[in-house]
């Protein structure tokens, strides 16, 4: 039986080099195994203050980002979640199947709430891994490609299936997180203890900067007093995430990126590093330009809309006969 795909990315911030590895640059992979359901998970981004312009244009440029990255609407739906109700629909009843105990133990509430006042958080900010678990529930998701901090939310929704499921029957598909083995955290140039995270304009790579800058961000990559390039997360973390992103874009495996520059200084290591960041990002910026100039991303989200919102109609249906919804109109 072939896989059932769901991944999304939130519209805020800019785009980093870690979620084109992590994601955009192996969209490919992903569709070849089976059908992929792929959303701008625009609802989410409302769980925190942000421009609605700044909303609007990061949606679009995502979709822009998917289509540059090779993403084929033949082979994945892609779509906006904001244009399939069900989305929200089902949020509404699956709130009352996970518990606030639950909620308050994921790691992400935990750290971005912490950085709030306790009457600025917003009850999405809280509540937003039920309709996470919604989203991946709605399409019959079997596998679930996410990055590390992500897999604590899809062990959420598998104990909603189970409770649900126990309770109601058979509706619901367990699905699987899924992590790349290289690529799966990619960190920040200026501090590589902490991820790649959208908001350090020193330490992040983003997609559409001028390649000019993405060199010299290279090149000032922290590193470490040593000489050797060597993948030591503890002691040398700027080396170990260069590889990381080397690696991961050439296709090969830490061991294989070490062996390549046995021998090599820092700075022919980073500027190696750079130069194959640069070739990459050059064509991906090319096609996003292609795309977004010609506007060809409204048709591919129009017609994704549509197929999302007939396929998520029927699991919608299923769950409201199951919890007892009377439906006297179709």
């Known amino acids: 039986m ?24 192996h969209l490919n992979e992903m569709t070849d195994r089976g059908e992929a359901f ?11 203050p942000i421009d609605p312009n700044e909303l609007r244009q990061n949606s679009i440029d995502l979709a822009c980002f998917y289509l540059a990255a090779g993403l084929d609407p033949e082979k994945a739906v892609l779509f906006l979640q904001s244009e399939v109700s069900a989305h929200s629909e089902l949020n509404s009843i699956m709130q ?6 639950e909620l308050s133990r994921m790691t992400q509430f935990k750290d971005k709430s912490a950085k709030m006042k306790e009457n600025a958080i917003g009850l999405g900010l809280f509540a937003y ?23 604590q939310h899809v062990e959420l929704t598998r104990d909603l299936v189970n409770r649900f499921n126990n ?18 955290r990619i960190m920040s140039l200026s501090n590589p203890t902490i ?44 080396i170990s995430n260069l590889l990381t992103i080397y690696a991961a874009l050439k296709d090969i495996s830490i061991e294989e990126a070490e062996a390549h520059f046995v021998g090599y200084r820092y ?19 090319e096609k996003y330009h292609y795309f977004l100039d010609n506007k060809l991303y409204e048709e591919v989200l129009k017609k994704g809309a549509k197929r999302a919102n007939e396929e998520s109609q029927k699991l919608l249906k299923k769950v409201k006969q199951a919890v007892g919804l009377l439906t006297v109109s179709e």
Do not use: W
């Open 195 to 238: 991820k790649m995270s959208k908001s350090d304009p020193k330490g992040d790579i983003f997609l559409k900067d001028d390649l000019a800058v993405v060199r010299k961000k290279i090149m000032s990559a922290v590193t470490d007093t040593g000489c050797e390039v060597k993948y030591d997360v503890e002691n040398k973390p700027g």
């Open 2 to 25: 072939a896989d059932r795909i769901l991944t999304g990315i939130k519209p805020t911030g800019k785009l980093t080099l870690g979620n084109y590895i992590g994601v955009l640059k």
């Open 96 to 101: 009352n199947y996970l518990y606030m105990g």
């Open 167 to 184: 309770r109601y029957g058979d509706i619901l598909q367990m699905p699987k997180a899924e992590m790349r083995k290289v690529g799966a």
């Open 267 to 285: 700075g022919d290591f980073k500027k190696e590093v750079a130069d194959v960041v640069c070739e990459d990002l050059g064509k991906f910026q």
């Open 38 to 48: 792929i959303f701008i998970a625009d609802l989410h981004a409302l769980t925190l």
């Open 129 to 151: 891994p039920v309709l996470m678990a919604c989203d991946i529930v709605l399409y019959n998701a079997t596998v679930v490609p996410v990055g590390e901090d992500q897999v």
